[in-house]
């Protein structure tokens, strides 16, 4: 009779041990899908933030070019408000160069081609001539620059440009580190 109970525990027990075993296996699938699933958002939301703020640098940066090719125009041509509403439309206008040129930034900074393609989808800056009264122009030179040209009569009587000079894109543009995994 003992040899009988004893059968029966050890098929009860083997069971047992097959269905814990099948359990195990049902949760750590489970268990890993939730966690691959948690990872591909917290990554998600990380490239989605690191992705803004290439696109906002990549406006930044075509305005920061823009300023110093207007200054040049100014300082070294006609300084009469004519000559310097020219050069802004023309700047402005010339999409390919101003690509060209941030494009040309952003590869000497060792940025490959396919994701210099996907922040240039956002598009170049679209504002660079912000202020247009009473002879004072403003004009965007990045994110929180502005160079400042007054004008007289028609002649360029002050130019302030020393935001532009003094530009850093680093105290204007940071990425934080990314938060660390967190699985619940």
């Known amino acids: 009779m003992n040899t009988k ?18 359990f195990m296996f049902a949760l750590k699938g489970k ?5 691959q699933s948690s990872v591909k958002e917290q990554v998600g939301a990380y490239k989605a933030t690191v992705n803004a703020a290439l ?8 305005q920061y070019g823009m300023a110093w090719k207007l200054v040049y125009a100014t300082v070294t041509g006609a300084k009469t408000e004519a000559a310097f509403d020219a050069n802004v439309k023309q700047i402005f206008e010339n999409t390919d160069a101003r690509f ?3 494009s040309y930034m952003y590869t000497a900074a060792s940025i490959p081609a396919q994701v210099q393609n996907d922040i240039a989808a956002v598009g170049l800056a679209d504002k660079f001539l912000l202020k247009d009264e009473g002879g004072v122009k403003e004009v965007a030179c990045g994110k929180n620059c ?4 007054k004008f007289v009569k028609g002649k360029l009587k002050e130019s302030d440009y020393k935001a532009l000079v003094e530009y850093k894109f680093a105290d204007n543009f940071s990425i934080e580190s990314p938060k660390e995994f967190k699985f619940e």
């Not at 268990?31 to 966690?35: C, L």
């Not at 696109?55 to 075509?62: A, N, R």
């Open 5 to 22: 109970k004893f059968k029966i525990l050890a098929i009860v027990d083997g069971v047992l041990i097959v269905a814990l075993v099948v």
């Open 100 to 102: 060209k040129q941030v």
């Open 31 to 35: 268990y890993n899908d939730q966690a």
């Open 55 to 62: 696109q906002d640098q990549w406006k930044s940066m075509d």
């Open 146 to 149: 502005v160079a400042t040209f």
